[in-house]
């Protein structure tokens, strides 16, 4: 991740038109990712997209907008995202006692 990226709260995955599945971190991946690789050019969505990444990174957008830009751009294009489990940590509970078996 480079040092000037903007890191998302929760990582973005897109299924790609040729149904393989990208995910992204932060508005620099999104950002790298609709300057040299978006399959259409002129979308209404992805010129808003590309501001408001680089509006992230320059820090006059909130992340939060660069990321919902980026997933309607993607709506646009025909990639959807695809929902990704938040990864939680186990519970753990140190005042219970361990069970134990009774014989």
Do not use: S
Not at 37 to 54: F, I, S
Not at 57 to 85: H, K
């Amino acid at each position: 991740m480079p040092q000037n990226d903007v890191p998302w709260t929760r990582p973005i995955r897109i299924r790609l038109q040729c149904g393989l599945e990208r995910t992204f971190t932060g508005a620099y991946d999104a950002l790298d990712f609709l300057e040299n690789e978006w399959p259409l050019r002129h979308g209404e969505r992805h010129q808003r997209a590309v501001k408001t990444c680089r509006g992230a990174l320059n820090g006059t957008t909130p992340r939060i907008v660069a990321r919902e830009a980026f997933v309607a751009a993607c709506l646009e294009a025909g990639m959807p995202a695809v929902l990704v489990p938040l990864k939680r940590k186990p519970t753990e509970h140190p005042a219970w006692p361990a069970r134990m078996a009774v014989i």
